[in-house]
């Protein structure tokens, strides 16, 4: 996203103020004028040099000054310029009345924000507001971003944090559209069956349905033969664990190749017995213990 240049000075007029918004109902959520959530009628922004020309208040050939020392311990090069600040509900916005230009900037644009310390007249030093902004005008996929350091002094050292509020709360209004494709790119990670909507959900359970009236078992799953549940146990199998199901065209051939037996459970008094009755080879057998 890229900062918008204004010509025509914004008024408190053409907000509504944050504490009158909060008072009533408003007519509309939707229409209307925008919020002023903070408002500063003089402040000092300030650039690094190397970035004069990035903002229309900043032009390429203003006048710099030396600032507070970077990370090496140089004094840094920095364009000021006094402004108003208004932190509304749709925009960042500052206006310089010596250019007789502003810009706003779009929330997801301001990739960081923080209360500083910088030095003031003298040995003191004074809060301030430093953003990092990064404007793209090839869309959220765009990965060359053009980067400003901006900072912003109040003439009253107190209304740091409250500019920096306002910020924070209005940023949670315009959250970054490339978090908002990632939330829905998660949602498709979710496994979605719409073929089973015919059938009766279990109550207090996703995704678990009913088996058939008919006694069958429910409609498969992908990837498995369905299920059998305690509304349907009685089908396919008896009271002794006996499977009993399987009538099905083509498993009844299939059991029969397995030989005598194949898919019954033995009691346990027939396992006692071949214990005592074991054959020939019963002594060979490894004898149970209870």
Known sequence: MLATTIRSPPSVEDYTPLSEYQSQTPESFSH???????????????????????????????????????????????VEQQVEVFANSEHFTIFSQKTESGVSIP????????????????S??????????????????????????????PTNSSDAQGLYDAVANCSNLHPDPANGDEEDEDDYDRIVFESNAEREAVEG??????GATDGGLPPPMPGSAGWITAENVQDFFDEDGNWIG?????????GEDLGEGAGRTRTRDEVDAEDVNGGDDSESKRHRVD
């Open 32 to 78: 209307g004028k925008p919020i002023l959530h903070f408002y500063l009628k003089e402040a000092v922004a300030s650039i690094p040099k190397s970035q004069r020309g990035t903002l229309a208040i900043f032009p390429a050939d203003s006048p710099a000054e030396n600032g507070a020392e970077n990370t090496n311990g140089d004094a840094e090069q920095r």
């Open 246 to 254: 399987g009538d099905e065209e083509g498993e009844g051939d299939a």
């Open 205 to 210: 359970f996703t995704g678990v349905l009913r």
């Open 107 to 122: 929330y997801p644009s301001i990739s960081i924000h923080a209360v500083k310390q910088v030095p003031a007249p003298g």
């Open 124 to 153: 003191a030093t004074r809060s301030a507001i430093w953003m990092q902004l990064e404007f793209s005008d090839g869309g959220a996929d765009d990965d060359d971003f053009n980067t400003v350091e901006l900072t912003i002094v």
